[in-house]
């Protein structure tokens, strides 16, 4: 993986282009849009836990010819999907993570000031996890990712990565720089941010192409 600053990491997966450049087309059907969603996070996934530990051993048990030490990952981890979108990611994330927490956030961004505005946050009182993994398709102002980050600071999580499928390069920046101890993950990273707050070429509006709500 490329990076932009220290703690954003673009991929340069040549699957993972493939795939970025495939969703990107306006042509897609929902379901091309989900499936391509769901690819491209599994390939993130896979660079989001290359670090993760420490491992614990479980003890010992006995493969079909001799024992041998069990192992499995020490801290608890929390996958934060950012309602609506962030759901693509979701499975992808827990074929990887099964026994990981899912715990939800509601955050739409506001059409004329594109101020993000909570909406759904049901997260318990207490913090029990080591490190939360923020799954949301699109940066594109980082208004929305700043929130999501300082809601669960707020609730006391250590640890912050954060999952994306595209990023503008200013959203992103401006969040490494903010956040300089969230790492950020991300399959691509497009320079032109417009007046409306889209990233261009970008891969649109995620929540509508998921959902195939764009005409309501």
Sequence with gaps: MSSTASNVFASSHPLVQQKVAELRSAANTPRQVRELTDAIGRLLMY???RDMGPLESTGTHASPVGAYEG??????HALVPILRSGLALLNAATDLLPDAQIRHLGLFREEA??????YYNKLPRTCAVDECIILDPMIATGGTADAAIQILRHWGVPSIRFVAVCAS???IDALAAKHPDVSF???AVDDVLNARGLVVPGIG????RLNNTAAS
Aim: with cysteine.
């Design 47 to 49: 660079e989001v836990t």
């Design 71 to 76: 192992k499995r990952l020490r801290p608890t």
């Design 113 to 118: 000031t594109l101020t993000p505005v909570e």
């Design 169 to 171: 390069r200013k959203g």
């Design 185 to 187: 993950y991300v399959a």
């Design 205 to 208: 509006d995620c929540g509508d």
